[in-house]
């Protein structure tokens, strides 16, 4: 299993371009989750989806941020236009099934850095 | 969910058993402990989790006390590849899946 797989690795962008950020979730999960971590706010939760439908995005900073997950094994966390309080590390995490338990797979992170 | 206190560090030498304590007062009955753990610029790696019994698996043993109001995470032999932020997270699985990352703490695994 190739675990929970997020592209770029890396990214670094001019404040006030789009930025999308992607994550392909180990096959078979039903949830998907997207955080975001800094030095000052620790790890966040952003939005979470179970079966693709969006649960709960409460932690979705503002508009600038967008989430979607068209598909099962495809989700994609925009920010347009991005600032250089964005930058952070983003982490997607996948759950096999969110009626069993919490157990969540995270993948390696985008780090951003937003000038 | 319950909130967790956790120490901030701590050391352990390379063999010895870590044990990391966290203290989780108002956890309620339906509530579990998860234990994850990240190591620098990697994601959060789960652990371990329990309702109210003992558990153990490849990774580490989880203690609960009996009146759940905490817990113990021991790693048997802990080595170099263990220093990492360890977190402890109480949920409720049947509601809502989010987890709240506190601070952690973070384990120096020493020769």
């Known amino acids: 299993d190739a675990g929970v797989i997020q592209s770029p690795r890396h990214e670094v962008t001019e404040m006030g371009q789009e930025v999308t950020l992607r994550c392909k979730p180990i096959s078979g999960h039903n949830s998907l989750f997207w955080y975001r971590q800094t030095m000052m706010r620790g790890l966040e939760l952003l939005i979470y989806f179970n079966n693709n439908v969006p649960i709960d995005d409460s932690g979705m900073p503002e508009d600038r941020f967008s989430a979607k997950m068209p598909n099962a094994s495809f989700s994609t966390l925009k920010i347009q236009p991005s600032e250089p309080r964005d930058s952070a590390v983003y982490f997607c995490a996948s759950s096999p099934d969110r009626a069993r338990g919490d157990t969540q797979y995270f993948g390696p992170g985008t780090r951003l850095t937003v000038l | ?111």
């Open chain 2, 1 to 111: 969910d319950a909130k967790t206190t956790q120490p901030p560090s701590m050391d352990c030498a390379e063999g010895r058993a870590a044990n990391l304590p966290c203290n989780h007062s108002t956890i309620s009955g339906n509530e579990y402990v998860y234990w994850y753990r990240q190591i620098h610029s990697q994601g959060p790696q789960y652990i371990i989790h329990g309702l109210k019994n003992n558990e153990t698996n490849e990774m580490a043993s989880l203690i609960i006390t009996e009146d759940r109001k905490s817990s113990t995470l021991i790693l048997p032999h802990a080595t170099l590849r263990d220093t990492a932020v360890y977190y402890c997270i109480v949920i409720n699985t049947g509601t809502a899946s989010k987890l709240t990352f506190g601070t952690g703490t973070r384990l120096q695994v020493t020769l």
